[in-house]
């Protein structure tokens, strides 16, 4: 549903000084924890970098503006900015619209696997391509940024387990089982129930990515269908960008039933940074107009169908920016409130971020990934260890990555 209702805002769409902690002798609260953040490995668990509409020109290499109320075309991820931001890696999204299905889906998501691998390869003094947790460790080492590939939606895999192998050997290291409409095998958050969760073949493709080692990602789906993922998956399981429920009603949400059961397991939840996710109050103004924002889109897509009219397509939808822009938005500390909540239901060894950086309108503060440093100094201002922190930004997903692998392991006799 968030995007459905966001992708409009995601094609168009320094470190600060904050409340002083206890610095160590001799070391201000700044400098503790901006060395806090660039010595720990940061991974985001969701950006929509590449699936995005860039401006004419766009360079992954190059320096842009973020999205603004001036800028709505802004992106807000880039390599300098990610050097600047101390962003040591991320989950790159594939994503292809869950109404693009079959062939045409398959032959989409496997066009932008090897757009990353190009540009990995284009720019491998800066790049990584990482599968395991041990690559993203080295790539650290080596002053890398660590590329990682989700997969948003399972469509893409076309109801056929050997396209999923076949996209797990390209790097894919997790996937996100719905997008905002059902697939044939699962239901989404954002759809009405068809399968009342997972049909027989949805529980098959978990024991695939179990036994592949690539991570579930419950981000998007039913409450049944998560209910169900936990019964049947033998690796833990992430939510690759979701927040609170009981701080925001979103459906994308998860309740703190949810996040108990997911940490229980052993998986974490990625909070994800969407100001309509994040603020109950804005979500409510969104909501209602919703229908209308999304049929807009809906005619603007059919319009302008396509990477060639991605131009065309992010200037048609500028006022429909500007127009939920004028809803208003929030700061950006209300992440720290959703991570700080979920943190104090299972504790900070099973939350991480998801910002969904190029995939929705983030908050007031938080416009692209030079400002990742308020996190980490915004944790410690409220008592966090450093340790915690470092779980947090990093270390948490690095974890559930190896403990599927171990998983992947046992199921494949090695």
Request: net charge neutral; with cysteine; charged share 25%.
């Amino acid at each position: 549903m968030k995007r459905a209702f966001a992708s409009c805002l995601a094609t168009l769409a320094l470190v600060v000084a904050v409340a002083a902690t206890p610095p160590l002798a001799g070391q201000s609260s700044d400098a503790r924890a901006l060395g806090v953040h660039r010595d720990a490995i940061v991974i985001d668990g969701h950006i929509d970098t590449m699936s995005a509409s860039h401006p004419s020109g766009w360079k992954f290499e190059e320096r842009h503006a973020p999205p603004s109320r001036e800028q709505p075309g802004g992106i807000s991820v880039d390599l300098p900015r990610m050097r600047e931001g101390g962003f040591d890696g991320a989950f790159f999204s594939v994503y292809v619209a869950g109404t693009v299905t079959g062939p045409r889906a398959v032959s989409e998501a496997r066009r932008q696997f090897d757009a990353l691998h190009a540009l990995v390869t284009r720019l491998s003094a800066d790049l990584s391509l990482c599968t395991t947790a041990a690559e993203v460790r080295a790539a650290h080492r080596a002053k890398k940024i660590a590329v990682l590939i989700g997969i948003e939606g399972g469509h893409m895999i076309n109801n056929d387990l050997a396209v999923l192998d076949d996209l797990a050997r390209r790097g894919a290291r997790y996937l996100t089982l719905t997008h905002s409409v059902n697939t044939d095998w699962a239901d989404s958050s954002g759809d009405k129930p068809a399968h009342n969760g997972l049909t027989p073949f949805g529980r098959q493709v978990i024991a695939e990515l179990n036994r592949l080692g690539v991570m579930v990602d419950v981000s998007h789906v039913s409450d049944k269908t998560f209910w169900d993922v936990l019964e049947v998956s033998q690796s833990p399981v992430i939510a690759s960008h979701s927040s609170c429920r009981a701080l925001c009603g979103h459906p994308r949400n998860m309740t703190d039933e949810m996040i108990k059961a997911l940490a229980a397991k052993g998986g974490i939840i990625q909070i994800n940074f969407y100001d309509g996710f994040l603020d109950q109050e804005l979500y409510l103004k969104q909501k209602a107009i919703e229908p209308e924002i999304e049929k807009t889109r809906l005619e603007v897509m059919q319009k302008f169908p396509g990477p060639e009219n991605d131009r065309k397509r992010a200037e048609a939808m500028t006022a429909l920016y500007r127009r939920v822009r004028a809803l208003g938005t929030i700061s950006w500390e209300k992440i720290i409130d959703h991570i700080d909540h979920a943190v104090k239901l299972v504790g900070a060894d099973h939350v991480g971020l998801g910002s969904d950086f190029d995939g929705a309108s983030m908050p007031a503060g938080m416009e692209d990934c030079t400002m990742l440093p308020k996190i980490t100094a915004a944790l410690l201002a409220k008592g966090y260890s450093e340790k915690d922190v470092r779980n947090i930004l990093g270390e948490n997903v690095l974890r559930v990555m190896e403990a599927n692998e171990k998983v992947a392991r046992r199921l494949q006799g090695r």
